[in-house]
């Protein structure tokens, strides 16, 4: 609980320092906690998994099953009516019934290491379910940030067109008054084209990150905010490790699907060994008034009711090997079960060691790119004044700034990858579940309370239906690339900006 209150409160706190294209935001724009809100609430994934546990929670109530007394019974009628016999002895009718409870008295522990596997099983699942809840919030956290780094891209890269269309109209007045060559012209037209292949394909993109943030939430994003600063991560791989490796919901749910197997052997071996049951049973039969009749004789016994009671012995003598096979079998797949737990730990551990790299990897590219975004402005600033005193060209100023627009563009990539990371590394940890998040929009769902209901339930088909049900996304509309974000003021200035130097008549040729 402890943990779940330091996260929420870490999600609801001041959102993390963005620069650029990436911290502007509209009043009343989505937030990353709606998004996980909405996706919790609507996810077919989710709720597929729920539905899934709740069928494995009706395993523990049938292995129970076989533990309990269970009542069977018959009923027939009988007609012979084209019979040539004495109807003495043989009626033209007969109705019968017949009912047989047995009680299970001893069973060499198959049913309790059933019922035990059944309930490990369970407990796995629900380990499960938080596991496919961490899968869920990391992939909406990724496709959220997909789309505000994809978002910023595209912004940059419109302005880096309209700044690289106005200067090619400036380059082309230039040259047509001497003071610039050919070469400059065919530069600008150059870069411009490139500028509007880059553009292109950022807008792409942009539409696949929306269609990928669908396809999560289950509802086209509006103007994203940027997220919250992620709670206190881990300072050394090594003690990331060490949680993950103590509250990973998929290893724990591993290592209870392991335990179930030792169940299994138990069970397997129990079926080689006698069952004693307890068998009263109870017969009725009546003729219906057929008895004697058409011979003149009168009887007047048409009917009786007997009972019996007593032990039955089902001992197996020889099935075939049958018996032994699945003893083997269940052996196999507890060793397969171990081992999986180890790959699991593997996994959990690469995976933990590779969150924790990529954070502080971002985290330094981030730092160097804010460096470079600064310098690149300072850089292209002074280009643009030497320039305007003719110690700089053309293809200066858009190299200058090409490599402003590459740092921004690494900038809120690193941004993008250092959150994600931290989130993973968060999740690989289990510390990004529900109860985690402290999210809105009502209670979170409970796997004990189902399984409360079943576990001891034998009588009722419970028509009760799902808790909740995943969303459409048919009817969303196709996305596009349109961005409403503002700019960084220092891309609306045009790229050739300075007066002509020259009439251009002491220029070489054109």
């Known amino acids: 609980m402890r943990r779940s209150v330091m996260f929420t409160r870490a999600l609801l706190a001041a959102p993390l320092l963005v620069s650029g294209a990436l ?5 009343g724009a989505d937030t990353l906690r709606d998004a996980l809100a909405k996706a919790y609430a609507t996810s077919p994934t989710l709720t597929s998994a729920q539905a899934a546990q709740r069928a494995t929670d009706e395993t523990v109530p049938i292995a129970r099953a076989a533990g309990l007394p269970s009542l069977n019974g018959t009923a027939g009628l009988v007609e012979a009516p084209f019979s040539t016999a004495d109807s003495i002895t043989s009626p033209e009718r007969q109705a019968t019934s017949s009912a047989t409870v047995n009680v299970p008295l001893l069973t060499f522990g198959l049913v309790r290491s059933s019922v035990r596997a059944a309930e490990t099983r369970v407990a796995a ?6 596991s496919t809840e961490t899968t869920l919030f990391t992939n909406v956290v990724a496709s959220y940030m997909n789309v505000i780094r994809d978002e910023a891209i595209v912004a940059l890269n419109q302005q880096n067109v309209r700044v690289l269309d106005v200067n090619l109209q400036a380059t082309r007045d230039r040259f047509q008054v001497g003071d610039l060559t050919r070469t400059d012209v065919a530069q600008s037209e150059a870069r411009l084209s490139l500028a509007r292949a880059q553009l292109q394909s950022a807008e792409a993109n942009l539409i696949s990150s929306r269609e990928g943030y669908v ?19 881990p300072t050394t791989p090594d003690a990331a490790v060490e949680v993950a490796l103590k509250d990973n919901p998929t290893l724990l749910s591993l290592q209870k699907q392991r335990d179930a197997t030792g169940y299994d052997v138990s069970a397997a071996r129990a079926r080689r060994l006698p069952q004693i049951s307890a068998v009263v049973g109870g017969n009725y039969y009546n003729y ?7 011979t003149g004789v009168r009887v007047g016994q048409q009917g009786a009711l007997s009972g019996s009671v007593g032990l039955a012995l089902n001992a197996p003598l020889f099935a075939g090997g049958a018996l032994s096979a699945q003893v083997r079998q269940a052996q196999d797949r507890r060793f397969a079960a171990i081992e999986q ?6 996994g959990v551990v690469a995976q933990t060691r590779a969150a924790f790299a990529v954070y502080r990897s971002s985290q330094e590219v981030i730092a160097s790119s804010q460096n470079a975004v600064n310098a690149n402005k300072l850089s292209l600033e002074g280009v643009r004044a030497e320039n305007s005193v003719g110690s700089r060209t053309i293809l200066d100023i858009l190299n200058a700034e090409q490599e402003l627009l590459n740092s921004q563009v690494t900038l809120v990539t690193a941004q993008r990858d250092a959150y994600v990371a931290g989130f993973a590394l968060l999740a690989s940890m289990g510390r990004a579940e529900a109860r985690d998040l402290g999210l809105d929009g009502g ?22 239906g799902p808790n909740r049900a995943g969303t459409s996304t048919v009817n969303t509309p196709a996305q596009g690339a349109e961005v409403t974000r503002p700019l960084d003021p220092l891309l609306d200035t045009p790229v050739d900006s300075g007066q002509h130097l020259t009439t251009g008549e002491h220029r070489p040729g054109r």
């Open 23 to 27: 911290a502007a935001a509209p009043a």
């Open 341 to 346: 737990v180890t790959q699991a730990e593997r």
């Open 215 to 233: 396809q999560v939430v289950g509802t086209a994003p509006g103007s994203l905010e940027p997220p919250p600063a992620l709670p206190n991560l």
């Open 443 to 464: 209670p979170l769902y409970n796997p004990l309370d189902n399984y409360g209901r079943v576990r001891r339930r034998v009588f009722g088909v419970g028509d009760e």
């Open 288 to 294: 219906l008034g057929t008895l004697g009749s058409g």
């Open 125 to 130: 699942g629900q380990i499960g379910l938080r």
